[in-house]
């Protein structure tokens, strides 16, 4: 059933970018699904969104090549300059922070992905740049 599950809140996630309340309540009701293993779900891959995403989704490698190189430092500066932590976003819901593993970067540590591009050897001058191109 996790499987089935599974395919449903993909097929949502893919239509709608993430899996609103009323989503989850109507696959609930179709499924026969407690609303608490569909949020258990839903919560427990990264790859599932429950709120509505930013219109850039940014994921900072949070990985021991990229923390280890000003990787931590780097999402300090993304959290001041756009006023959110990592796994939220912004209020204009331009950006999402979030965090992620490996990205394959490891040798131009730290790095980066907006919207699923990659951006290495990040400095902070380089990501205010990043962030005025978007
Ligand atoms: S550790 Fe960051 S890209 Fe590999």
């Known amino acids: 059933m996790d499987k089935i599950l599974i395919n449903v809140l993909k097929e949502v996630q893919d239509n709608d970018g993430y899996i609103s309340e009323k989503a989850m309540k109507n696959i609930s009701v179709k499924y026969n699904v407690p609303l608490a293993k569909l949020y258990g779900v839903a919560t427990f ?21 990229c923390m280890l190189n000003n990787g931590q430092k780097i999402e300090d500066f993304l959290e001041k300059e756009l006023k959110i932590e990592v796994g939220k976003t912004t209020k204009n819901k331009k950006f999402s922070l979030y965090k992620t593993s490996c990205i394959g970067c490891c040798d131009e540590a730290p790095a980066m992905l907006m919207d699923g591009k990659p951006y290495t050897n990040l400095t902070i001058e380089k990501i205010k740049k990043i962030l005025k191109k978007y």
Do not use: V
């Open 45 to 65: 891959y990264a790859m599932f969104k429950i709120e509505k995403q930013g219109e850039h989704i940014i994921e900072i490698c949070g990985s021991p090549s």
